[in-house]
């Protein structure tokens, strides 16, 4: 069943809408609120992130079901329908606090391809966190590289 | 499928371990983590429930497809592995920002019971929100009721 409940996951992350909202329908409240559930979602990601990527680099001591937790909810976060948050019309010129480049809602975007990355990249983790620290090692440097398909062009970059 | 990956939810909610790790284990930095990452739940808690309450007080048209979402958006969050994030030693004494009462942490907490009430509440919301607005909004009544089962007693009241 975790097979099934990945392909879900990974599915509901490809089709999350990037535009699937018109903008002319948001209110700016909405749109604020959709800034903060991002943030909120990306926060969920980083403490979890931070738990295995401490193991991966020998700073806490490999625990199998730790990472498998982790892993788990990083794949349950990436599974969530995003489609309420990101709108048209909260990219960083348009709303303070915003990184998220306006590149996203281009035409031209490849922001569905760097999704679909990531979402494999979760679906190996969570497959392999719980193994062993190699296993765990190896698959944190997949998604190292998927973290940094949307960073890298979509997000405004750290100073 | 559906009922099962509810039930494991339920369950991983119900075990979410507020007293598993020993306060002396856990860095400031750990500690502080554990707030950040618990108010982010709670904000995506609350971006899914606004959609849902802005439908069930007719401020918003009821969409059947965007109720599922939020309702199963709801669910897969109650469903994490939260141990990482209610450590002893995250209460409002003992950490800026914290709203978590030390209540929580105490012999005598009913923290467990409220979280198992909170966790039927949300799979009967899960349940029938995408139904019709009148099961939604009998659904959200439970869910109004099982957020109070925390927030009155182990959270710090608002002002």
């Not at 903060?36 to 990601?45: F, G, I, N, T, V």
């Not at 997949?142 to 398909?149: E, K, P």
Request: hydrophobic letters at 45%; a negative charge.
């Amino acid at each position: 069943m975790k097979k099934l409940i990945l392909t879900l996951a990974t599915a509901a992350l490809c089709g999350a809408g990037f535009a699937a909202h018109a903008e002319g329908h948001a209110t700016q409240e909405q749109l604020e609120g959709a800034v903060k559930a991002r943030q909120s979602h990306m926060q969920l990601y980083a403490h979890n992130l931070g738990i295995l990527g401490a193991m991966a680099q020998g700073n806490a001591e490999y625990d199998a079901d730790a990472a498998s937790a982790a892993a788990g909810n990083i794949a349950a976060l990436a599974g969530l329908n995003q489609s309420t948050y990101w709108l048209p019309g909260t990219d960083s010129d348009s709303i303070e606090g915003s990184r998220a480049l306006a590149a996203i809602w281009a035409a031209d975007s490849k922001i569905g391809e760097a999704g679909a990355a990531f979402g494999a990249a979760v679906q190996k983790l969570n497959a392999d966190a719980g193994t062993d620290l190699a296993s765990l090692q190896a698959a944190m440097g997949d998604i190292g590289a998927a973290c940094g398909g949307c960073h890298r062009g979509y997000r405004v970059r750290n100073n």
